[in-house]
């Protein structure tokens, strides 16, 4: 009855390659999120997608690239990874994005990503 | 756009003490706010949000926070520290209409001692 999910929890890799993260919510919820955070446990939301449209784009590297085949999943795709690119990755999702009604967030279990 | 500044990155108390966790936010308009905890190794869960009812808001674990408009800040309580209470807090707060991401404070740890 795992509300967000998130695989894999752990992901070690070299320097250079490519990986993907996925996410899944059985919440029913519209917008989901990708945040990272960092090793001082800074967080930072990096992409948000509502009914699978790109709503939030932050200032994220293109190698990162999110996919949301549809509204209950979205999946990060990082090119060519990087040292610096090792956090924890954790995925969100809410009822909706817009309009003026409060929205609460509700987080998975994280991925944490290191990088060689 | 809105930013919360947690003061103080690391609090210790000792069990059964007071709990004061700092948040200050700043935004144009009233914004939504929350506090999160956040277990080693673990997520990131929801403590109490202010979406503009009670100024005094009551969280889960018996955590409480108050919003301030004048000071602009949204302090976490709790009257009596549990062991259990050691983790990382953190502030955020989110606009009202439109982009809903949330913005993050730079996190609080906070130590119980026995």
């Known amino acids: 009855d795992t509300a967000v999910s998130q695989t894999p929890k752990y992901l070690v890799t070299q320097m250079g390659n490519d990986k993907s993260i996925k996410c899944e919510q059985n919440l029913g919820h519209d917008t989901m999120y990708w945040y990272k955070q960092d090793s001082k446990k800074f967080l930072k939301i990096m992409f948000s997608?509502?009914?699978?449209?790109?709503?939030i784009n932050e200032t994220v590297p293109n190698r990162f690239s999110p996919k949301s085949p549809d509204k209950a999943h979205l999946n990060l795709h990082i090119n060519s990874l990087e040292l610096g690119d090792s956090a924890v990755y954790f995925c969100?999702?809410?009822?909706?994005?817009?309009?003026?009604?409060?929205?609460?967030?509700?987080f998975g279990p994280g991925t944490r990503l290191t990088v060689l | 756009a809105q930013s919360v500044t947690q003061l103080g990155s690391h609090v210790s108390v000792s069990e059964g003490a007071l709990v004061l966790l700092r948040c200050n936010y700043s935004s144009s308009v009233p914004p939504y706010l929350f506090w999160y905890v956040q277990y080693p190794n673990q997520g990131l869960q929801l403590l109490l949000k202010?979406?503009?009812?009670?100024?005094l808001v009551k969280g889960i674990n018996g955590f409480e926070a108050e919003f301030k408009k004048s000071e602009t800040s949204f302090h976490l309580t709790k009257p009596s520290a549990h062991m259990s209470d050691a983790a990382e807090y953190f502030c955020a707060v989110s606009a009202r209409a439109g982009r809903r991401a949330l913005t993050f404070g730079s996190g609080t740890r906070l130590q119980v001692q026995p």
């Open positions: 202010y979406t503009s009812a009670a100024t």
């Open positions: 969100a999702s809410s009822p909706f994005s817009g309009g003026s009604s409060y929205n609460e967030q509700f």
């Open positions: 997608y509502n009914n699978k449209e790109l709503i």
